[in-house]
């Protein structure tokens, strides 16, 4: 089994040591910043559980939580294992089917063709924090309480009304040239539309009532797109504004432990911003990296090869001598 290192400058474009992240400014103190982080990132899971409590045993369900838990983790690691660590940054090399699968469910989570996620993605590590950065809540972003909101909201959700019509494919000539994923790429709209059929029929089947099916379309296919889409557009966000830097990046991307269980290893960022190749994103024991322990038993498996991690010396040289905690200033 290969475990190679991780080097990301095959087409992410990894930091230069020697490269400083611009510096913003903030109009909020540390603690109100933490505060505002805590309620957007906690509050809208918590509306959902509370609606979910309000309606159970009537238009919520064990069938309906069953379709909301297995769609939300499967296509969840859709995005993380297949869209992001196989396509945008080759982190390990895996079969043809289960490449095809990942990239199905991927598909299924409705946050974009394959392409066109690939591309912007390779062009936020390439860009990172910068002009050209899709989804920067630092670049462009003007003073006071408003600007830091706009700059915030911008990253989480506004760059999709703003960036979608600019072309990546510079960012992805290994895509393009490859039939099988352009043909599963342009079929997008069939696997959106299977995300909510599915659990549709499964509930439907479970229950053998149209309204289990019903119920199943929108706790395992509505309400699991708009939770999982929060918990990506987080990593956009809140990643690059709440939490620690562990190493040395040319930007403000951060380690940030609930991000890092919500979306399944993808919110130690700041790990990740480091070593953009590595198949591990959770590098300390107690960094919980889902994505990387699937990863690890296909390794184990014989289904993934070539994974690529840091080595020691590598995450020596790149370390920071001291954790900066201050979010503000930065
Ligand atoms: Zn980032
Ligand atoms: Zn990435």
């Given at each position: 089994m290969a475990v190679l290192e991780?080097?990301?400058?095959?087409?992410c474009g990894e930091a230069p040591e020697s490269a400083t992240a611009a510096t913003t400014d903030s109009p909020l103190t540390r603690t109100q910043m933490h505060l505002a982080m805590l309620a957007a990132v906690t509050l809208p899971p918590l509306g959902v559980m509370w609606a979910m409590y309000l309606l159970w045993g009537g238009w919520f369900d064990w069938s309906g939580l069953v379709a909301l838990v297995v769609m939300y983790i499967a296509t969840g690691l859709g995005v993380t294992i297949g869209y992001h660590r196989l396509f945008a940054h080759k982190a390990f090399v895996t079969t043809t089917p289960i490449s095809v699968f990942l990239m199905i469910l991927g598909g299924m989570s409705a946050q974009g063709p394959l392409i066109w996620w690939v591309g912007t993605h390779r062009r936020h590590h390439r860009?990172?924090?910068?002009?050209?950065?899709?989804?920067?809540?630092?670049?462009h972003r003007a003073r006071g309480v408003i600007g830091w909101t706009k700059g915030f909201l911008h990253a989480h959700v506004g760059w999709l009304f703003t960036s979608t019509r600019e072309s990546n494919h510079q960012y992805v000539p290994d895509l393009l040239g490859n039939p099988t994923i352009m043909r599963i790429n342009r079929l997008f709209p069939l696997w959106v539309a299977a995300g909510l059929v599915l659990p549709g029929i499964v509930c439907g089947l479970v229950t053998m009532t149209w309204t289990g099916a019903a119920l199943g379309v929108l706790w395992g296919g509505l309400i699991r797109m708009f939770l999982l889409h929060h918990s990506t557009w987080s990593i956009n966000s809140v990643c690059h504004v709440w939490g620690w830097r562990d190493y040395r990046s040319d930007d403000h991307s951060r380690n940030n432990p609930v991000m890092g269980i919500l979306s399944f290893g993808e919110g130690w960022h700041n790990n990740h911003h480091a070593?953009?190749?590595?198949?591990?994103?959770?590098?300390?024991?107690?960094?919980?990296?889902v994505s990387w322990l699937v990863i690890r038993s296909l390794q184990a498996c014989g289904l993934a090869t070539h994974v690529r991690l840091p080595t020691e010396s590598r995450m020596k040289a790149r370390r920071r001598g001291r954790p900066l905690r201050n979010v503000v200033n930065q």
């Open positions: 991780s080097d990301s400058s095959i087409d860009h990172s924090d910068q002009e050209e950065d899709p989804h920067s809540p630092h670049a070593f953009p190749t590595s198949a591990r994103h959770g590098l300390k024991w107690w960094q919980l990296d």
